[in-house]
């Protein structure tokens, strides 16, 4: 898919998945929230390459991905999620946080199917307090998670991996979204942040719970 593809219409927001023509520009716009928000709330300076990695693995997990962006009505990104099903990479979750990602699974109480990985999570909340006042931040990212989590609730055995900061991991508690800890809190891409779990199951629960917010 080239284009970008409108999903829907909230609130005056327009949400797409996102083409491959402008995966770059999604990789670019969640880089700089993160500089802006890291290097603000804990003076995180990345390095240059950190940006370049971000948009050439975007790039490389594209087809095996799902990109979603809300957009206003100018093209301007609002807020975005990323899910994808694991193949032969490393997850950053594995090499960042020294994961065993086979011992993970075999210590599960069930037969594992695929492995996905839920990230890129970043909010224009300075454009969403201008332009869309009665919009939370909250709001925008349960829109984006009730699109993103469906991916996964196919299968009952299917697993999510995500790299979670501190303060998403409590945003997401209080969505009722509760991923089990699993593994030792460390510093990445700007932030303090912990690996993160969730079985599709906890993730057909919570999307049960939610649907009347989705389509």
């Known amino acids: 898919m ?3 593809r409108l999903v829907e219409v909230y609130k005056g927001m327009y949400l797409y998945k996102i083409g491959s023509e402008n995966i770059e520009s999604f990789s670019n716009f969640v880089y700089k929230k993160y500089a ?16 370049k990695e971000m948009n050439k693995a975007d790039a490389n997990q594209y087809e095996n991905s799902v990109y ?4 206003d009505a100018e093209g301007n990104f609002l807020g975005t999620m990323k899910v994808g099903k694991k193949g032969n990479e490393e997850l950053s979750i594995e090499k960042d946080f020294n994961i065993q990602l086979d011992e ?9 199917g695929n492995v996905w990985h839920l990230g890129r999570l970043a909010i224009a909340s300075e454009i969403l307090k201008r332009d869309f006042p009665l919009v939370s931040s909250k709001e925008v990212i349960q829109n984006l998670l009730l699109h993103s989590l469906n ?3 196919k299968n009952d055995n299917d697993i999510m991996l995500a790299e979670s900061d501190v303060l998403i991991h409590k945003i997401f508690d209080e ?3 509760h991923m089990e800890i699993i593994g030792e809190k460390r510093y990445f891409l700007g932030s303090p942040t912990y690996p993160v779990m969730l079985t599709a199951k906890t993730i057909q629960n ?3 719970n939610h649907m009347a917010f989705s389509n």
């Open 175 to 177: 969505l009722g979204l």
């Open 104 to 112: 993970l699974i075999t210590k599960l109480d069930f037969s594992v």
């Open 68 to 71: 979603y962006g809300f957009r």
């Open 2 to 4: 080239k284009k970008d």
């Open 206 to 208: 919570w999307l049960a």
């Open 151 to 153: 991916h996964i609730a």
């Open 36 to 51: 802006y928000h890291y290097h603000k709330k804990y003076n995180w300076n990345p390095e240059e390459s950190v940006q």
